[in-house]
């Protein structure tokens, strides 16, 4: 049986893999020390943790979501934890990651944003040559 037949999607895994580790992060990069970085991680798991199932069925759930992960992208530095290069580094990516997730539910396009050659678009119908107006051949 696919995930996706019971209503599983793989935005839904992604979110809910990355509040684990929101949850589990003070402890496993060992920042648990920092008592503003563990109320932070706290807040974020019981005020968005319910959001997290919801980002596919409801669509302001994932823009709330969208801001969740930027907040905590950038709340080392606004909470005074930064000094602790594992907190930030984990916070940041988490949180950058937490937002592409949200961003995708959400159905914002982040495809423009990446670098790369631009598409060229070809038709279908053979080129034939364009003869100037009033030429005869």
């Known amino acids: 049986m696919k995930l996706s037949?019971?209503?599983i999607d793989k935005l839904n895994i992604a979110a809910g893999t990355l509040l684990l580790w929101v949850a589990v992060g003070p402890w496993v990069w060992g920042y648990a020390g920092s008592a503003s970085a563990v109320a932070s991680h706290?807040?974020?798991i019981f005020a968005f943790g319910p959001l997290t199932l919801?980002?596919?069925a409801l669509r302001p759930a994932a823009f709330v979501l969208l801001v969740a992960g930027l907040w905590l992208a950038i709340s080392p530095w606004l909470l005074g934890y930064a000094t602790n290069h594992s907190a930030w580094l984990s916070d940041l990516v988490t949180g950058v990651l937490f937002s592409v997730v949200a961003g995708r539910a959400a159905?914002?396009?982040?495809s423009p944003l990446r670098r790369g050659r631009p598409k060229r678009h070809t038709s279908s119908t053979p080129s034939r040559p364009v003869e100037a107006a009033g030429s005869h051949s």
């Not at 159905?107 to 982040?110: A, E, F, R, T």
């Open 5 to 7: 037949s019971l209503g």
């Open 42 to 44: 706290v807040f974020f």
């Open 54 to 56: 919801l980002i596919l």
């Open 107 to 110: 159905g914002i396009n982040l």
